[in-house]
């Protein structure tokens, strides 16, 4: 079993639209978890860090469930520019990324 | 601040050939970990180094592949005799700590292109 898994997508969805994605992680002693966005061809940026009580940013919402050792994000009010790929970071060993989960907003 | 600096940005090279990749870290960043993104698929990672140390290099292939940071100058990510099979674009990212606890910053990433 990898140590992160994300469901790869895509996601399509309306503008406007709610989405949530999970990242699923088999370590149970992860102590830190991460929400990376990564456009087409550019770098992943840290969108926002999720912690045991839940973090929200605007139309961003992470949560993280240890108990079943996966971590969300919520997007409300879904933008054209929220087109983009999420990855998840967490896990023991430095920098241990999901593969990323691709969300298109359609018009 | 500058942030994580990667050169050259496009890297052409042909069958054989050795590529060389450059990746200064954010200052104050002492950790630097490499990743290889093929199109269409997510960041696999390669090796994390400290200052002068490999700390784990599970996710480098076993040959022709090598990297270092010195203790002066930038982290060099090397591949010998490039095959068509090692185009991809090469990311670098660099953390204060160890990453587990902190949030990592990404270079610009280098694309190569084996021709």
């Known amino acids: 079993r990898k140590e992160v898994e994300q469901d790869p997508g895509p996601f399509n969805v309306p503008e406007g639209a709610t989405v949530a994605f999970n990242c699923t992680y088999s370590?149970?002693?992860?102590?830190?978890f991460f929400w990376y966005r990564q456009d087409c061809r550019k770098e992943p940026k840290l969108l926002m860090s999720v912690y045991s009580s839940g973090n929200e940013d605007g139309r961003f919402t992470a949560q993280l469930n240890r108990a079943s050792q996966y971590i969300s994000l919520l997007i409300r009010d879904s933008k054209l520019s929220d087109s983009a790929t999420y990855l998840c970071k967490t896990g023991r060993r430095a920098l241990t990324f999901g593969s990323g989960t691709r969300l298109q907003v359609q018009p | 601040n500058a942030g994580v600096m990667q050169n050259p940005r496009h890297l052409v090279r042909r069958r054989g050939q050795e590529a060389r990749l450059r990746c200064s870290p954010m200052?104050?960043?002492?950790?630097v970990y490499w990743y290889r993104q093929l199109p269409e698929e997510g960041l696999k990672f390669m090796v994390y180094?400290?200052?002068?140390?490999?700390?784990?290099e599970s996710g480098m292939p076993k040959e022709r592949f090598s990297a270092e940071f010195p203790k002066e100058g930038p982290s060099i990510l090397r591949i010998q005799q490039v095959v068509r099979g090692d185009s991809a674009a090469y990311f670098c990212?660099?953390?204060?700590?160890?990453?587990?606890?902190?949030?990592?910053?990404f270079g610009q990433g280098t694309r190569l292109t084996v021709v």
């Open positions: 180094l400290q200052k002068e140390n490999i700390i784990d």
């Open positions: 990212a660099s953390s204060p700590g160890n990453g587990m606890n902190t949030e990592a910053f």
């Open positions: 370590n149970s002693a992860s102590q830190s």
């Open positions: 200052k104050g960043h002492s950790h």
